[in-house]
Antibody, heavy 122, light 109 residues
Framework: EVQLVESGGGLVQPGRSLRLSCAAS????????MHWVRQAPGKGPEWVSG????????GYADSVKGRFTISRDNAKNSLYLQMNSLRAEDTALYYC???????????????WGQGTLVTVSS | EIVLTQSPGTLSLSPGEGATLSCRAS???????LAWYQQTPGQAPRLLIY???SRASGIPDRFSGSGSGTDFTLTISRLEPEDFAVYYC??????????FGQGTRLEIK
């Protein structure tokens, strides 16, 4: 069974940093691209960032480019999101999501975690 | 950036009826890379359809997707109680500029 478990969310002041983690199990982690998708309260999902299986391809939404950094550790079956210079508009539930296609960066998602909540407020 | 507009915003129907949800793109979606997701309260989105018309693993055949270019449709035949949820379309043809629609809420009439 595929499982994605996010952690690291919390309440943080504007301008500060936070690092999210996602622990993956139930599939061969280093065969798949992985992504972060966020959802603000009452809003639709917003793709944040994605990383290919070998970290060779990385993408970011314009809204986070230059502030967020995605990374992965295939030996630990883990995905990360380093979030710097946080803003109030970054407040959302952050999901870790698995790319559907083996060995590809297709950017549609067949498994999602339950999310970790990030609240940016003074 | 491709903007996806979903209609209607809310759809009120009864179990057993059929539902038709629309997703219109501001420009053509490359290779019909259009997905549909279902989200129930407190849960993560669930992939229903990818490539505009292919059902994801484990999805019942009462869910079907169609369309191409800029106009896409999700059809649910014979609504079951568990189908009442929010539905989102997503285009992934212009990666990394991936976008979602604003959602259609399917509610029990």
């Amino acid at each position: 069974e595929v499982q994605l478990v996010e952690s690291g969310g919390g309440l943080v002041q504007p301008g500060r940093s936070l690092r999210l983690s996602c622990a993956a199990s139930g599939f061969t982690f280093d065969d798949y691209a992985m992504h972060w998708v966020r959802q603000a309260p009452g809003k639709g999902p917003e793709w944040v960032s994605g990383i290919s299986w070998n970290s060779a391809s990385i993408g970011y939404a314009d809204s986070v480019k230059g502030r967020f950094t995605i990374s992965r550790d295939n030996a630990k079956n883990s995905l990360y999101l380093q979030m710097n210079s946080l803003r109030a508009e970054d407040t959302a539930l952050y999901y870790c999501a698995k790319d559907r296609l083996w060995g590809s960066y297709s950017s549609h998602f067949d498994y999602w975690g339950q999310g970790t909540l990030v609240t940016v407020s003074s | 950036e491709i903007v996806l507009t979903q209609s209607p915003g809310t759809l009120s129907l009864s179990p057993g009826e059929g539902a038709t949800l629309s997703c219109r793109a501001s420009q053509s979606v490359s290779s019909n890379y259009l997905a549909w997701y279902q989200q129930t309260p407190g849960q993560a989105p669930r992939l229903l359809i990818y490539g505009a018309s292919s059902r994801a693993s484990g999805i019942p055949d009462r869910f079907s997707g169609s369309g191409s270019g800029t106009d896409f449709t999700l059809t649910i035949s014979r609504l079951e109680p568990e189908d009442f949820a929010v539905y989102y379309c997503q285009q992934y043809g212009s990666s990394p500029r991936i976008t979602f629609g604003q959602g259609t809420r399917l509610e029990i009439k």
